[in-house]
């Protein structure tokens, strides 16, 4: 089964808390989840392998910051719409590699915008000249990132993180690139378009009964600056 799970606004610890917290719990091993969501204020968010200084330097004074569990570059979510995606490991796209995942989930984003008629393609090679410093994900686009054809502009990325227990994907989509875009329509296309490509029953679902000292644990740790400052 695709859970198909209530969207939910949140700080970006809390965002980023739940995204890993979904990840770390399943009752049931044959479940994957999606969810989309919101951001209470503007916020930064910024791949595991980040150096903090840098990141700091780059972003602007009034965001909230957050290191994400995944990797990837700096994310301004201050106009997106964001989404997660929990693949379990008993599922087969656990075990593929991670530029085969990335396709997979960006062709699929890619054919539901053409269809809604968005001038976009996937890029195909990576961009020269590399710039110093942590990535702002939307100003260069990576190879299988959806730009919109005329500009180059980069309208979608996302990041992973592979455990134990699963895989989870973060993903962006800009939203100013994709004016006109029905964003229900979208998420209706995509919750079926996913439930294919998993070949999986797509459901919605309430949200699932954790702990809540479970959810307050990991709110506290994406907040604390030993987490966030730790590179």
Same mark, same amino acid.
């Given at each position: 089964?695709?859970?198909?799970?209530?969207?939910?606004?949140?700080?970006?610890?809390?965002?980023?808390?739940?995204?890993?917290?979904?990840?770390?719990?399943?009752?049931?091993?044959? %479940?994957?989840?999606? =969810? /989309?969501?919101? $951001?209470?204020? !503007? #916020?930064?968010?910024?791949? &595991?392998?980040?150096?903090?200084?840098?990141?700091?330097?780059?972003?602007?004074?009034?965001?909230?910051?957050?290191?994400?569990?995944?990797?990837?570059?700096?994310?301004?979510?201050?106009?997106?719409?964001?989404?997660?995606? %929990?693949?379990?490991? =008993? /599922?087969?796209? $656990?075990?593929? !590699? #991670?530029?085969?995942?990335? &396709?997979?989930?960006?062709?699929?984003?890619?054919?539901?915008?053409?269809?809604?008629?968005?001038?976009?393609?996937?890029?195909?090679?990576?961009?020269?000249?590399?710039?110093?410093?942590?990535?702002?994900?939307?100003?260069?686009?990576?190879?299988?990132?959806?730009?919109?054809?005329?500009?180059?502009v980069k309208v979608a990325g996302?990041?992973?993180?592979?455990?134990?227990?699963?895989?989870?994907?973060?993903?962006?989509?800009?939203?100013?690139?994709?004016?006109?875009?029905?964003?229900?329509?979208?998420?209706?296309?995509?919750?079926?378009?996913?439930?294919?490509?998993?070949?999986?029953?797509?459901?919605?679902?309430?949200?699932?009964?954790?702990?809540?000292?479970?959810?307050?644990?990991?709110?506290?740790?994406?907040?604390?600056?030993?987490?966030?400052?730790?590179?």
């Open positions: 089964m695709l859970q198909i799970l209530p969207s939910r606004i949140g700080g970006a610890a809390e965002n980023m808390a739940l995204d890993f917290l979904l990840l770390q719990r399943y009752p049931e091993p044959e %479940v994957a989840r999606f =969810r /989309h969501y919101g $951001w209470r204020i !503007p #916020a930064i968010t910024f791949g &595991y392998s980040q150096r903090w200084e840098e990141v700091r330097m780059q972003a602007p004074v009034d965001r909230e910051l957050c290191r994400r569990p995944t990797g990837g570059g700096i994310v301004d979510h201050a106009d997106d719409w964001t989404y997660s995606l %929990v693949v379990p490991r =008993r /599922h087969r796209l $656990w075990k593929e !590699p #991670a530029t085969l995942v990335y &396709y997979l989930i960006h062709r699929l984003l890619c054919d539901i915008l053409l269809l809604e008629g968005q001038d976009v393609e996937m890029q195909q090679e990576e961009e020269p000249g590399k710039a110093d410093g942590p990535a702002v994900c939307f100003k260069r686009p990576e190879p299988h990132d959806i730009i919109v054809r005329s500009t180059g996302a990041a992973l993180k592979r455990t134990k227990n699963g895989l989870l994907v973060q993903g962006s989509l800009a939203r100013a690139p994709l004016a006109g875009l029905d964003w229900t329509r979208f998420e209706a296309a995509l919750h079926s378009g996913l439930a294919d490509t998993l070949s999986l029953e797509a459901e919605e679902c309430p949200w699932p009964e954790f702990e809540p000292d479970q959810e307050m644990h990991l709110i506290d740790q994406f907040s604390d600056p030993d987490w966030n400052q730790r590179r």
